[in-house]
C-alpha cells in the first residue's frame, strides 16, 4: 500500500532533510551593512525603526539564500502563470469617468482640484539622523 | 434557519418560510452576541436592512435574482466598498471609504446578498493567524465549543475561561470566523499564499481558492498580483461552488482574467470512482506535521482507495524551496503594490509638511505596522541592482520549476492532489505569537503557497476533529481552470466523512429557537 512505503522512506531519512526548512542559520548570511541600511530606507521610504528589523532583515536574507541550492540552468524565469494566453485589451473607449469629486474626497489636503504634496525633493534630516545615530554598527 | 445550506435557505426564502429581514436580523443579533471573536471591523447593520428590504419586495412579487438573494454574507475588509469603510485592517487605511465596489463584492450586491460587514484581518493580509492587525486577533469560533471546553476541563482546571483561546488562522481569519459562527452563510477572503485555506481548516470550514485567473480581483487592495485571488469561505462545498458560479468569469477592469466563457455549474454526484486518481505528494510527509493531521490524511486516502479509486503516490520535487520562492517573490511585490501608500490621494497623512519625502517616509512609519514595514524593506533588498538577478529572477526560474512539478503530476494521469492544509490543528493565542510573524507564516504556509505559484485551484473540507475537539481540515488540489472537478471530488469526500457541527450552545442560547423551528420540516428541494 502506498502508505506503507511513504513511512518507511520517511523513517529511513530521519534526519528530517526533506520538507521543512528549519529555523534560519546564519552561515553565510549577509552583514546588513549601514551603507546598505540607509539605501534601503531611501528607497522603501520606509524606516527599520530598530536593531531588531535590521536582524530580522538578515534573517529573510539568510532564508532567501537556500534558493542558491536550486539548479536552474536553462530555466525561464516566470512572471505570470498565465503566460500562454494573450493579455486582454480591452477597446479605447472611454466607458466612466467624471469622478473627480469623489476622488478628492479621499484626501486630507486639496486645493480645488489640486492634491496638495509638500515641496520638493530633499532628503529629510530625519532619515539621516536615524542612521547614523541608532543603527551604525562598528 | 442559520445552519441550513444556502439552496435550503434560499428555497425556504421562496416559499415566503423565511423573509430576509427575518434573516437579517437574526444574524446581526448574532453577531452581536458573538462580538467576542472580533471577526467584524465594520458591521454595516443599516445597509444590510435596507438590501433585506429589497429583497422582500422581490420576493413577494415572486422576482428573486437568484440563489444569493436576501443571504447574509461578510466580505474581508481589503475588498473596497463603496461608501463601507475599507481599511485593511491597517491604519494606513483608516477611515479610507472606496468610491467604489471591488467587482466580487458588486456581483454579489447584484445578485441581492446582504452585505452583513467587513471582516478582520491581519494587518494588509500579511500573516497566518489573524492576529496582526491594528483592530486585534480574531478568536476562534471553536475556543467556545462545547466540543473543545469539554476536552479542556479534562485537562486542566481553574484556568480563567478565555485566556486560552485560539487563533483563527489567516490571514482571512475573520471571515472563516464568521461563516463558523452562524453569522452569515459565506463570505469572502483572498488568498495569497494560503489565506482562505489556512483559517477555513483551523475554523472548520470550507475555504475555496478559485484558479489564478477565473475570479477579478479588481477592488481587491493587492498583495501579490501575480498570486492573489479572491477567496471564498462557506460551511458546505456545494455552497462554495454556488458562490464561485456567481463570482468567476471575465472582468474588462482586470485584464488577468481569463476570457474563456464561464457558467454557473451544479456540481454532480461521484458514482465511479473507478476513473478518478488521487495523488498524494511525497514531500508533504514532513516531520513536523503533527501525527493527527498525518493520520487523517492517511485515513482519507484510503477511505477513496477502498471505494475504488486509484491513489499513487507522486512527487514534486521542489517543494523544499517553495516556501523560500514565495517569500522572495511575495515581499518583492509587495516592495511594489505598497509604493502607492504615500499620503497623498488616500488614505492616511502626517502632520509634518516639510518636504515629499519627508511626508512620505513618516506617512508610511505612522501607516504601516512593523510585518508590513519588514516586508517591505526585505523586497526592496531582494529588487536591489545587484541582488535582482539572484534573488528576484533566481525566485521567478524556481517557481517555474514548481509549477512544472504541478503540470508534471497532473500529466501523469493524476486528477486531484490530496495533502494535508496545516501542519496540526488550531493553537492558542498565546503559544502562536512566541515566534514572530514571518516565521509563523514560512511554517503555516507550507501546504498552501505552492498552490498559489502554480495558479491551482485548492480547496480546504473539514475532515474531523482532533482529540482536543478541534477541526483538522485536508486540501484538494486540482488542475488549472477544472475548478468544478475539485468541487466534485470535494462534495464527495466532505458526504463521506461528515464533519460535525459546531455547538456554539453558550453563545446562542437565545438563538436556539432557530434551529428548532418546525417549519423547516416542510422545506421540499426541487
Known sequence: ?138 | MLGRTLREVSEALKQGLVTPTELCQRCLSLIKKTKILNAYITVSEEVALKQAEESEKRYKKGHSLGDLDGIPVAVKDNFSTAGIETTCASNMLKGYVPPYNATVVQKLLDQGALLMGKTNLDEFAMGSGSTDGIFGPVKNPWSYSKQYREKRKQKSHGESEDSHWLITGGSSGGSAAAVSAFTCFAALGSDTGGSTRNPAAHCGVVGLKPSYGLVSRHGLIPLVNSMDVPGILTRCVDDAAIVLGILAGHDPKDSTTIQDPVKPFTLPSLTDMSKLCIGIPKEYLTPELSSEVQSLWSKAANLFESEGAKVIEVSLPHTSYSIVCYHVLCTSEVASNMARFDGLEYGHRCDTDVSTEAMYAATRREGFNDVVRGRILSGNFFLLKENYENYFVKAQKVRRLIARDFVNVFNSGVDVLLTPTTLSEAVPHTEFIREDNRTRSAQDDLFTQAVNMAGLPAVSVPMALSSQGLPIGLQFIGRAFCDQQLLTVAKWFEKQVQFPVIQLQELMDDCSSIFENEKLASVSLK
Open chain 1, 1 to 138: 500500500m502506498w502508505t506503507r512505503r511513504v513511512w518507511l522512506g520517511l523513517r529511513a531519512s530521519a534526519g528530517g532533510r526533506r520538507g521543512f526548512p528549519s529555523k534560519a542559520d546564519p552561515q553565510g548570511s549577509r552583514r546588513v551593512t549601514a551603507e546598505l541600511i540607509e539605501h534601503l530606507e531611501r528607497l522603501a521610504l520606509v524606516d527599520f525603526g530598530s536593531q531588531e528589523a535590521v536582524a530580522r532583515l538578515e534573517k529573510a536574507i539568510a532564508f532567501a539564500d537556500r534558493l542558491r541550492a536550486v539548479d536552474t540552468d536553462g530555466v525561464e524565469p516566470m512572471e505570470s502563470v498565465l503566460e500562454d494566453r494573450c493579455l486582454y485589451l480591452r477597446s479605447d473607449n472611454v466607458v466612466e469617468g467624471n469622478c473627480a469629486e469623489e476622488l478628492l474626497q479621499n484626501s486630507h489636503h486639496v486645493v480645488e482640484e489640486y492634491f496638495v504634496a509638500p515641496p520638493g525633493m530633499c532628503c529629510p534630516k530625519w532619515l539621516n539622523r536615524l542612521s547614523h545615530s541608532k543603527l551604525r554598527m562598528q
